[in-house]
């Protein structure tokens, strides 16, 4: 009887496969970071960092690695007319086996992107490795450049944390994918660039965000300047925690507020063939510094005067911000495509091909409403 029951089992243990197609640590290169560049009309250079595993790292018992290190991450440049025929030409001089599983940051060239990123956009999506949480950036110059500044692979990290303030955006793949297929087909990638800090006495450069890029149709059509990013900045429902000042010259000093949150809403309507869209944006906001000889208090006139001040300024930087957009970058990043989409699904269906005229066209009416709550916990004068 207890054979009955025995030699199923012992069938079924040896009809078991093993991890015949597994890949030993031995054998990978993970890629950390790669930065794709534009050689000429048909040609592409892919540069790749990748961190090379130590298998005989030491071990402190507690799953840590010891004195010996977990790896290096070594710097690696090739050419090719795409991202795939690129890497193939890298597997073919090195005798690990490349893996995108781990990759944290994709840094696209300046002319690269101007001229377009469809095929290298359709590789990343297409192929099973890159994984979606994976962050998208564009760098002025070469990405290759980029990258060899750099050694530590914990420096993508630091680029990737400062993607994610509201100072910037974060574009993952994941996000990037869903953007392409949007209205407007427009979205915003952060800027990678160098910056310069002291460690111990000695210079050293490290990667940081510089600003935004502002993609359209895969295609790279311009950088925001200061004003006009903060202007997108006041245009999203998100906690900004930035100071904008403003300078009361016959007060002989200025007053910093710290806007903390904003609601944008847009009302769209189209009368006799005329697009129009009313942009309603509502500001709070607490004073974090008064320099002038205003004594500010809840519920005073000299609080409601600076309101006013602050609103007309944030009038002016939202007015800028669409000229920018409207005008020179010809795009539309706000969501005026999709607020039409939903309310007048028959008339977009028939500009949807030829949004960008139309977005240009666009009666803009901006209203602002900017209340400070919190005037700050002193009436104190500390000026001279």
Not at 52 to 69: E, K, L, M, Q
Not at 242 to 257: C, F, M, Q, W, Y
Not at 315 to 320: D, S, V
């Amino acid at each position: 009887m207890r054979l009955y029951v025995l030699f199923p089992l012992l069938l079924l243990v040896a009809l078991l496969a093993g991890c015949w197609d597994k890949i030993e640590v031995n054998d990978m290169a993970m890629i950390v970071s790669a930065g794709i560049d534009k050689i000429d009309d048909d040609q592409i250079e892919l540069t790749v960092q990748v961190f090379i595993p130590n298998p005989t790292a030491t071990s402190d018992g507690a799953g840590n690695g010891g004195a010996g290190g977990e790896g290096n991450v070594y710097t690696f440049s090739t050419k090719g007319s795409s991202m795939a025929e690129a890497l193939t030409d890298l597997q073919k001089r090195l005798p690990r086996y490349f893996t995108w599983s781990h990759t944290k940051a994709y840094v696209f060239g300046e002319a690269l992107a101007r001229q377009g990123m469809h095929d290298e956009f359709d590789f990343l999506f297409r192929d099973i490795q890159p994984r979606e949480q994976a962050n998208f950036f564009i760098c002025k110059g070469t990405a290759k450049k980029l990258l060899n500044s750099q050694i530590d692979p914990n420096t993508y990290e630091t680029l990737i944390k400062l993607s994610q303030k509201p100072t910037t955006r974060s574009s993952t793949m994941h996000e990037v994918e869903a953007l392409i297929s949007g209205e407007s087909g427009a979205f915003l990638l952060p800027t990678a660039d160098l910056t310069t800090m002291l460690t111990n006495g000695a210079e050293k450069r490290i990667l940081s965000i510089s600003g935004l890029a502002v993609i359209h149709k895969k295609k790279l059509v311009g950088f925001l300047d200061n004003e006009c990013t903060t202007g997108l900045r006041l245009l999203q429902h998100a906690v900004l925690g930035r100071n904008i000042t403003l300078t009361r010259k016959e007060e002989e000093g200025s007053i910093i507020i710290r806007v903390m949150h904003s609601d944008m809403k847009l009302y769209p309507s189209i009368n006799n063939g005329k697009w129009k869209m009313r942009v309603k944006v509502k500001l709070d906001a607490d004073v974090v510094q008064n320099s002038t000889k205003l004594v500010i208090a809840n519920g005073s006139d000299n609080l409601r005067k600076i309101e006013g001040a602050f609103n007309e300024e944030i009038k002016q930087t939202l007015i800028h911000t669409m000229e920018q957009l409207q005008k020179k970058l010809k795009t539309d990043v706000v969501g005026f495509a999709r607020a039409f989409h939903k309310k007048y699904p028959h008339e977009w269906s028939r500009v949807r091909e030829d949004w960008t005229p139309v977005f240009q066209s666009i009666d803009v009416e901006l209203e602002t409403n900017t209340r400070i709550h919190r005037p700050g916990i002193t009436n104190v004068r500390v000026t001279q």
